[in-house]
């Protein structure tokens, strides 16, 4: 298991890449529909892991991993790199276009994810850091953090739409292309084990990966709909009440808070409480005093950001409590919306240890 996560990060030397040709004047051109933007097949969140017979001929289970969907799509004498949303993003990811350009043949389309890591672990933030400078700047972050692709599946060889393939027959033409793929084109682990699958679901969360995506060995490819299923790796870990939105005494939402050098810095936000969980909350509160740094309105969108605000109810930031959390984390900071699991009376501000 762990050598199947190793293998996945970039490493520093060198690898042979057999050269495929740059151009195909004999092959037929890509059907319309997979010269890009490409539309996806999605997948549907579940609570547990899907059994076994869960799908049409058998689940197979998949890393869910934390990056961008990207569509490569190799045509006679370039390539492109298509995100979920239709945007061209071929500018933005450089170092995989090229390698694409490099290693797959004409007339090939896959489907996959593009990640960066940051030593063991995944880095959504440099991902988002590929989205924002001008494109004449990408080439000192491409140096700095080098980008992976992990693709999981195959959508055109030779010019030939696979779709209407089934998912075991679109696999087994992507490991024999991706046999012969050097870093950052990278293949991602596939098993019909569920135990294996299971042990990736708990071990893989320390390295970011989110979870599990599920997929029936006999099904199509089916674009725009949500046929694959997906399970988030979720653990409780606890965080300082910093504010409420709502009522002091009905908190719809709470703010969640950590300090990193002795800074109380927005970490995330739940989602709405439960009447039972909004009384257990309320019961634990405080007003905040005049010295509390947080401002009196907050964003609605991730960090606390966004054009839309809503008022922020500040509580004295000594109330620890426990949430679940998946593995989506930036920085410290939760990505997506935490749950409520209960107080913790019995622990005090200083048992979390700071952000670093």
């Given at each position: ?5 190793t ?10 890449v ?5 151009s ?5 051109a ?9 539309a ?10 899907p ?12 890393p ?22 239709g945007?061209d993003l071929t ?16 007339g090939?389309?896959?489907d ?8 063991d672990?995944?880095?959504f ?7 924002v400078p ?5 080439a ?15 959508l055109?060889?030779?010019?030939e739409d696979?779709r ?6 679109r ?24 135990a ?8 893989f969360?320390a390295?970011?990966?989110e979870g ?8 199509r490819y ?5 046929e ?9 870990t606890?965080?300082?009440a910093g ?27 739940t ?8 009384a ?25 950001g966004g ?17 679940s959390?998946?593995a989506a984390?930036?920085?410290g900071?939760f990505?997506?919306?935490l ?13 979390l240890?700071?952000?670093?």
């Amino acid at each position: 298991m762990k050598r199947q996560l190793t293998e996945l990060r970039p490493e520093p030397r060198p690898h042979r890449v057999d050269a495929v040709p740059l151009s195909a004047p004999g092959l037929p051109a890509l059907p319309p529909e997979l010269a890009g933007p490409v539309a996806v097949e999605l997948a549907k969140p579940v609570r547990a892991i899907p059994a076994p017979g869960a799908l049409a001929g058998g689940c197979r289970y998949e890393p869910k991993w934390d990056g961008y969907r990207l569509v490569v799509v190799r045509e006679r004498s370039s390539t492109r790199l298509w995100s979920k949303q239709g945007r061209d993003l071929t500018d933005r990811f450089p170092d995989v276009a090229a390698a694409a350009l490099a290693q797959l043949p004409a007339g090939t389309v896959v489907d996959g994810e593009v990640v960066i890591w940051n030593g063991d672990r995944l880095d959504f933030g440099l991902l988002q850091r590929r989205m924002v400078p001008a494109a004449g700047r990408i080439a000192g972050q491409v140096a700095a953090a080098p980008a992976s692709y992990v693709a999981f599946d195959l959508l055109a060889a030779g010019g030939e739409d696979l779709r209407g393939r089934t998912l075991a027959r679109r696999r087994a033409a992507l490991e024999e292309l991706a046999a012969r793929w050097a870093p950052p084109m990278q293949l991602s682990p596939m098993t019909a084990d569920p135990a294996e699958a299971r042990q990736w679901f708990d071990d893989f969360r320390a390295a970011g990966v989110e979870g599990l995506v599920a997929k029936g060995a006999a099904t199509r490819y089916a674009p725009g709909r949500r046929e694959w299923l997906k399970v988030k790796s979720w653990e409780t870990t606890e965080v300082l009440a910093g504010g409420v939105i709502g009522a002091l005494d009905r908190p719809s939402q709470l703010v969640a808070g950590r300090y990193r050098d002795g800074e109380l810095v927005v970490v995330g936000r739940t989602g709405p409480l439960s009447p039972r969980q909004a009384a257990e909350l309320a019961g634990a509160l405080r007003p905040a005093g005049a010295d509390h740094p947080w401002p009196d309105r907050i964003g609605t969108g991730r960090f606390g950001g966004g054009r839309l605000s809503v008022p922020l109810t500040r509580v004295e930031p000594t109330t620890v409590v426990e949430v679940s959390a998946d593995a989506a984390l930036q920085a410290g900071v939760f990505r997506h919306p935490l749950r409520f699991v209960r107080t913790r009376p019995d622990l005090r501000a200083d048992d979390l240890p700071p952000l670093p």
